[in-house]
């Protein structure tokens, strides 16, 4: 039992404690946005365009982009694994699709009988599948919107699914990016009992490129109250080495807690590889993120 309690403090480490739940669906997989503190929705198009911004896809960067990252996700709090997939594809000047799979899976925790017999284990777990699109609606403005189908088993009675959508803005203009959205709209999530809100969001934030550094600041507002802002730098030698750093502001008890990011990427021949570390959180704190892409 008392093994049973860690572990659902542990999760309760990622969902809301007001009436919401799914929160992990605010947890960006992208190595290269971790990097800069999550500060991703301004930024030119990645593989992870549907966690960043769909609407990216449909203007300038790669044609197309795919990734697979992993992540060890609040090792001293929680010890999480975090695999994602994801990637778009712009069939035309105007057009682009994406698609994105996200998976976070906790510790196994043991079941036990009331005799004091362990009888079986369980390993709680939450995932979500997405599709995307994006559209060019004139010169360096574009529209998306995605939709996502939610898995969320916490224990062996508490299960249950839903279905959400994200609609987002992106304009950019020579130097200057920006990027407005909307995130987790959708059906409640109900694990038998009471239904719970998806952790709605808005984000909107900017970025600016110079000589190779491209600085990045985010605002994002929660539906259940609360507000989480974040500023990241990058720098690029050569199109090849990507230095990055960050800090993000948070709310432990709301949203993603208050946390510090560097991070590395190094791309050649269409290949990229990214990685970025969290650190200064109680909670976060040696969070690693990995990623291995390729784009054309």
């Known amino acids: 039992m008392k093994k049973l309690l860690s572990i659902i403090a542990a999760c309760a480490v990622c969902l809301s404690l007001s009436a919401q739940s799914v929160a992990f669906l605010n947890i960006n997989p992208d190595p290269a946005t971790a990097g800069v503190a999550g500060t ?3 930024r030119t198009a990645d593989a992870y365009a549907l966690e960043n911004n769909i609407a990216a896809a449909a203007l300038n960067g790669p044609k197309m982009a795919a990734a697979a990252g992993f992540g060890m996700w609040q090792p001293k709090a929680a010890n999480s694994k975090l695999i994602s997939a994801a990637g778009y594809y712009r069939i035309s000047d105007r057009l682009a699709l994406g698609v994105q799979f996200k998976d976070m899976a906790y510790p196994a925790y043991s079941i036990v009988s009331g005799d004091g017999r362990v009888k079986d284990s369980f390993a709680p777990m939450e995932l979500t599948a997405g599709l995307g699109v994006a559209y060019r609606l004139a010169d360096g403005f574009s529209a998306g919107v995605s939709l996502r189908f939610i898995s969320s088993s916490l ?3 508490a299960k249950a699914s839903a279905f959400g959508a994200d609609i987002a803005l992106k304009y950019e203009k020579d130097a200057f990016q920006a ?3 909307v995130c987790n709209l959708g059906t409640p999530v109900n694990y038998g009992g009471e239904n719970y809100a998806q952790p709605g969001i808005a984000r909107l934030g900017a970025a600016y490129s110079i000589a190779g550094l491209t600085a ?3 605002a994002d507002y929660l539906f259940a109250g609360g507000l989480m802002a974040g ?3 990058e720098y690029s030698i050569a199109d090849i080495v990507s230095l ?4 993000h502001y948070g709310d432990a008890a709301k949203a993603i807690p208050t946390y510090a990011s560097v991070g ?3 791309q050649f021949a269409g290949f990229r590889l ?4 969290l650190t200064a959180s109680k909670t976060l704190g040696n969070t690693l993120m990995v990623g291995l892409g390729y784009s054309f």
């Open 40 to 42: 991703g929705i301004a």
């Open 155 to 157: 224990t062996q009675e």
């Open 179 to 181: 990027g407005l959205s």
């Open 216 to 218: 990045s600041v985010e």
């Open 231 to 233: 500023i990241g730098l």
């Open 244 to 247: 990055r750093g960050g800090f």
């Open 264 to 266: 590395l990427g190094v």
């Open 274 to 277: 990214d990685a970025a570390f």
